[in-house]
């Protein structure tokens, strides 16, 4: 008898858990919301950005694909493009600025995923000179009013405008007079509440985002306003050494890539080496 008492309890056990699960299904996971951040100008960080976003959809994910470098009002030219073209070249060439400052060969391998897989793919940022509207005159300079209410940006989080005031501060260097530095982070927070919005709307079938390291911060940029809107969206940075890790959910270290000091440009010309 004490040898069958095991086999009768697994047996009770999986006949309650059996009942319960005829009762009581399981409800489906929610689509992920999944965040993958760079460091703009690091070759090696976007390839291992593309080796991970392709293994996810290798291994049967389907998302939408949002990116950071196409601004919202080029998603019509954007989808002509992605219907029009075999191969990413042919969607740059329709569709990337010509003096844009990113490096488009750093994300033919995302597009190119996008067009592979058949995958929508969306413009999510707002553009430079929404972005200005909002520097000279506020949110509703630039933002629909349904979009500031959604995300409460007229009880704009005292912490979050904080913290993103020194993010300004410390991306120019310091030498950014003080009158511009709140107007430049509401920028900075509305590209990031534009960038929630293209990945709400979107997320009902899985949805990645492509964007900076500073945009897929939980603490106080797309991560904080999606939770805001009821996702729970994860975030991964991909982070040169000694890049602190906190802001992120995971993390993936990239080589430090050799580059001019960011800061050369905003000394007085007797201190620059």
Known sequence: M?????????????ATCTLAACTHAPARPAPPVLLLGEVHDSAAGHAARAALLRGKIEAGWRPAIAMEQFDTAQQPVLEAAMAACADADC???????????????FYKPVIQLALEFKLPLLAANLSRGDASKVVKDGFAAALPAELIARYRLDALPAA??????????DSHCG????????????????????????????????VVLIAGNGHVRRDIAVPYWLRLAGFNPRSVGFLEPATETSAF???HRIPASVRPDPCAGFKPPQARD
Request: avoid cysteine.
């Open 249 to 251: 959910d995971e993390t």
């Open 2 to 14: 004490t040898r069958r008492l095991p086999t009768l309890l697994v047996a009770a056990t999986l």
């Open 91 to 105: 969607v740059l060439a329709r569709v990337a600025p010509a003096k844009a400052s990113w490096n488009w060969d």
């Open 160 to 169: 979050v405008l904080a913290a993103q005031e020194t993010e300004v501060r």
């Open 175 to 206: 030498a950014l007079p003080e009158p511009f530095v709140s107007p430049m982070a509401k920028a900075q927070i509305a590209r990031d509440v534009v960038m929630a919005e293209t990945l709400r709307t979107h997320a009902a079938r899985g």
